[in-house]
């Protein structure tokens, strides 16, 4: 990987939807890492013009990731009662309910983007793409890699014939990976250990890492790379709110919390009012409560608030430390 990649380093930047910017991710690859580029969020315009932007700033080669749909079965009843259970931030906030929920089909148009520009790696999370999906990316020679979060989804993703796969420990900050019932929160080394010697691929592990001896420990342990990300989201490159970058270099032991409330699926971020309040309320499944919870998140950021921002972060958040790409790779290599 690390020839193919053109990469100095073992180190894969973690795609991070909604965060990753041209300047982020070709300075990444610039450094020696992988680059990603964290598409979830985009359609394919947005998707091929991000690429474009990105192969302005580097000659390197970089990844892009995408999110693997899921058509959530939509019980009106639900819905009805996750509007209501948001209808306080909305109130307080001074925003209209948001009416229309439905996302369009876009992830189509992010692979053909994909595709066309002949990106070197493409990254998935939420599941495993059809054999389809897969062969149209192998047939451009594109590296595929997939994202497990137990034993059962690491041998999944290796039947369906992609590359590589990111095993995400329970420690990662943002949206669980997890594509199998229960969801559960393994810790990246367990995981590691459950999955080595069960599958043959390549496996990069992901998860709270932010230390030189994490990295080794992964390595050592049988991980041909780690992925990275609460430890760039405070690079001086990354493109982040000096709200959220202030929130993780501020934050404590035991501040992060797993929540549905922003999104509807499982996602690690900082403890605040928002997360604290919406414990026990229904949730609309995902990708709805993402979009049913927007207007309160942009409006939350809009007023410098982070009560009810979503500020995605690993459990070791409060071991980063700033400086520029550059110098956090250095530190964990
Ligand atoms: C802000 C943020 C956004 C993320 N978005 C994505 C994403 O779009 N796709 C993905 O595969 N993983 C995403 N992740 C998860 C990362 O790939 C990775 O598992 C995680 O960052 C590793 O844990 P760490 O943050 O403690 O380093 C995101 C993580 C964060 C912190």
Redesign the pocket.
Known sequence: MLKKFEMHYPIIQ??????TTPKFVAACAEVGILGSI?A?YLDGEQTRNFIQEVKKLTQKPFAV?LFVQEEPRIDIDVLQKARMALQPYYDELGLSPVQSVMSNEVFEGQLQAVLDEQVAVC?F?FGIPSPEVIQRLKDKNIYVIG?ATTLEEAIQVEQSGMDAV?L?GG?????R?SFTNPMQLIAREDLLQHVVGNITIPIIV????VSHEDVQRALAGGAQAV?????L?VADECEISPLYKKAILQSKPQQTTITYAFTGKAARGLTNHFTEHMKDAIVAPYPLQHHLTSTIRKESAAQGNPQYLSM?????SHLVQPGTVKSIIEKLV
Do not use: D, K, R, Y
């Open positions: 973690a795609p991070m939807a909604g965060v964290g979830g990731n990254s999370t994202t990111v995400q420690e990662a900050g943002g949206h990976g992901a998860g709270g890492i992925q990275i990300g609460t430890a989201l995605w972060m690993g459990e070791n």
